[in-house]
């Protein structure tokens, strides 16, 4: 089906898509990808995850658990449109791959559950986009279960995601009876029989017309509020027509003021025609989203989305296996062609581009070239790393990575064998570096290889990985979490004099210095710890600029281990109110070692805490098994915070902290007979017990 609203294309930059699919775990993506991708004739059989037969998920571990793990991009064409397509993680554990995803798309549909509405992830990673102003559009999966609603799903979208939700359609019949849509910017019905490949427009039945029209003046009356060119119009002639209508929504989608809601069942390929129109419709090209920028030489600068540009690209995606190493690429500006000679701007590496690839997922098609606004893979690169820039030498410009996440679980990884602990250690190198969000270090006190990651599924699925693709028998000890050191109560004017003689020029440092709790949040938001703030109120040039530097350099060398277990500590402020110097021994080094001392000593005489991570976790039961579940949350320190009945389940959500959640799975499942599902988001830190700090 052609759509008659697009606007007219003069530049081949406006006809490419680059877009995400988001959403809560199980709410759909895959099944949304392969159908897109099977009706844009990029495929020609359509892919089932209960089948293991989907083309993004062809990993074999995303396969055998039914689930996303990697971001996968496909390439694909639609009513003349180049759309490239990334299926993000719902889970989690796999959010790192979802944020450097969000990173260089233009876009993104997100997608929900016609019966849970918005879920915990479907909040998360919509709050992701948020951070990263990446437009969305809203598509209602699963209209055909029971106890699907659009109207509830379009409410909870309002009430917890706080966007205006535009609903462009109807649903023609009910869960079991869902055949299609009535099109409310046309006015017209799109029905899909049994196996139907393609949507039948008819004219809106009659039993559906009154309430069709009343839909078209709730969403003109809705748009007119909100745009001012349709509440010009929409005051001149009491109704918006459909062209107007149109450009109105694509205006207010590229702002971020509404999202257009539509809806359909991915699973019985209805509704994902309309929904690839309104990708074409709404969401931006390449040329509708901001330049660009990036610093050079200190100063920031802008390069357009244009193909004659200097050479930018971003790297987000690595795969480094044995035969080869493959990295992932959004052109920003420019051309790259095969053979060129890049530059890694964070290192000053020059790489060589020996093959670039349209990319479906594990199949990829040979390019020549590719432009500003793409999405390719480039097989060549040796040491560019996911967050790395890659520019064309003359005209370096540097761009800002994705943030990645500090990892929150850690388990002790070792070969069974020690003639394999070499290969291990290859091989952990080389997860690390495709996933930035897998740490690997070797613990000074026990010599153990530790691996950290953002939680208990990310890690197992990090060591089968190992198991699998390198052959290695690898033994894992029980995950730990990642603890921190906060002050309760602090104290002042602690003085710390730093003087050391032992030949030639010595070292002198006095610093005197406060320490207090910094804000009521020792978490910090989202999971980010509230940090560390520094200041000086010396005065009189007692202590020189140069030597306050040196002071919170040393402060901050302090903050990698606590007094309490020799957890990093943060949520502090620490204030030099006073100082001296020496004419011949004060030097910076000086001055660092008295910051670094002074710290340690002031952190041993305030009365400190020990924070845990703490996560929100949903648990989806059915009603007779609620009292077991309750009871079993209770003794792993949770605190529920709220149950909500939906047609014969409970779903419960509590808070309770991560150290309590493992092997969480196996028990709901014996609790509940295997009908049992949660999922958990990160909402930062919080006080340990008073038995959890003394076990530490």
Known sequence: ???????????????????????????????????????????HKRGEVHDGTTV?????????????????????????????????????????????????????????DAVAGVEPQSESVWRRADRHGVPRIAFVNKLDR????????VASIRDRLHPAPLVVQLPIGTEDAFTGVVDLLRMRALVWADGAESAEEIPVPEDLLEEARRRRRLLEEAVAELHPVALEEFCARSALSARTLSAALRDLTRTGEGVVVLCGSAYRNRGIEPLLEAVVAYLPSPLDVPAVRGTHGGAEQERAADPQAPFAGLVFKVNATATGRMTYLRVYAGTVEKGQTVVDVGTGRTERIGRILRVRADRHAELERAVAGDIVAVIGPKSARAGATLCAPAAPLLLEPPVVADPVV???????RSTETERLVSALARLAEEDPSLVVRTDPETGQTVLSGMGELHLEVAVEKIRRAHGLDAAVGRPRVSYRETVARGVSGLVYRHVKQDGGAGQFAHVVLDVEPLGADPGGVEGSPAGFVFASTVVGGRVPQEYVRAVEAGCRDALAEGPLGGHPVTGLRVTLTDGATHAKDSSEMAFRAAGRFGLREALRASAMLLLEPVVEVTVTVPEDAVGGVLGDLAARRGRVSGTLTRVGTSVITATVPLAELFGYATRLRSRTQGRGVFTTRPTGLAPASSQEASAR
């Open 410 to 416: 850690s388990v002790a990884v070792e070969a069974r």
């Open 1 to 43: 089906m052609r759509t008659d609203l697009r606007p007219h294309l003069t530049d081949p930059l406006a006809a490419v898509r680059n877009l995400g699919i988001l959403a809560h775990v199980d709410a759909g993506k895959t099944t949304v990808t392969e159908r897109i991708l099977y009706l844009t004739g990029t495929t």
């Open 56 to 112: 993004t998920d062809f990993d074999s571990q995303e396969r055998d658990r039914g689930i996303t793990i990697f971001a996968a991009a496909v390439s694909c064409a639609w009513d003349g449109h180049r759309i490239n397509l990334i299926d993000t993680p719902g889970h989690v554990d796999f959010s790192d791959e979802v944020e450097r995803s969000l990173r260089v798309l233009d876009g993104a549909v997100a997608v929900f």
């Open 146 to 153: 029971a106890g699907a609603d659009l109207d509830t799903a």
